[in-house]
C-alpha cells in the first residue's frame, strides 16, 4: 500500500482473488484458488509513504497466476 494522496490515511482496506496455483491461509482455515481476501490495515500512513502486509500463502507447486483483481481503498 502506497499512499499517493496529500492527506494521511489512518485505514486501509485491500482485496483480491487467490491465484491459480495458491492458497492463503487465514486464522480460520484456507482459501482456495478463487477465493476472495480482504485485509484491512490500520495506523497512520503519510503522503508519500507505503507500507508492505505479510500474509501466509501455501503453494501446491505448477504454474502461478496473477492475484487479479486488486483494489485499495483508504478509509
Do not use: E, H
Not at 500500500?1 to 491465484?19: A, C, Q
Not at 491459480?20 to 480460520?28: A, I, K, R
Amino acid at each position: 500500500m502506497r499512499n499517493t494522496g496529500t492527506l494521511p490515511i489512518t485505514s486501509w482496506t485491500v482485496t483480491f482473488k487467490v491465484p491459480n496455483g495458491l492458497s492463503y491461509l487465514q486464522w480460520n482455515g484456507y482459501n482456495p484458488p478463487g477465493a476472495p481476501v480482504t485485509v484491512t490495515q490500520n495506523g497512520v500512513l503519510l503522503p508519500g509513504d507505503s507500507v508492505t502486509v505479510q500474509f501466509a500463502i501455501g503453494w501446491s507447486g505448477g504454474t502461478v497466476g496473477t492475484p487479479s483483481p486488486i483494489t485499495c481503498t483508504a478509509r
